[in-house]
């Protein structure tokens, strides 16, 4: 049976209220875990860095869909009040990534665009039952994906579960 404090056959819901960080505050916590671990990492890659036949932004119409679709703002909002700004964001011309942690830690959301479709690759590669999902990747059409609350639930699934990366990546 589910009260206030217990979901129907699941954990107890965490009691508090969020608490919204300003700008300074993200940044000084962010700060601060970089000094704690001793990290040198940058958030963003040199452009020395980048081979010459790399692409640093998104082709115009997968930056339309991204904008509409508001997985961008979603993102930075998770990054900035879970990952206290730890995250690196990565723009390829299909589309877009959120990397965190290091070493054997790192995780990732991919995030690309295939004709219309706003597709995010899962840490999972068996159907999960839902019907956006296929082969590894969930997959929303225009009609589902211009509702941010469908998009800020796929995106908290995927923070939940993210993609762990390979040592080799």
Sequence with gaps: M???NHAA???PKILGVPHEMT?????????????????ARQ????ADDLAENATTSMRPEVEQVV??????DILRKFNREFLYGQGRFDEYAGGLLL??????????IWITVEDDNLV????HERSCGKSVCANGHHSYPPDMWRDPRVI??????????????????
């Design 67 to 72: 904008a509409a679709s508001h997985v961008r």
């Design 152 to 169: 800020n639930e796929e995106l908290a699934e995927q923070f939940r579960r993210p993609v762990q990366e390979s040592s080799d990546d």
């Design 23 to 39: 700008n300074d505050e993200a940044e000084g916590i962010a700060q601060m875990i970089q000094e704690a671990q001793h990290s």
């Design 43 to 46: 958030q963003t890659i040199p």
């Design 99 to 108: 990397k965190w942690g290091d070493g054997y830690s790192r995780k990732h």
């Design 2 to 4: 589910a009260d206030g």
């Design 120 to 123: 995010f690759q899962t840490s």
């Design 9 to 11: 056959g699941g954990k």
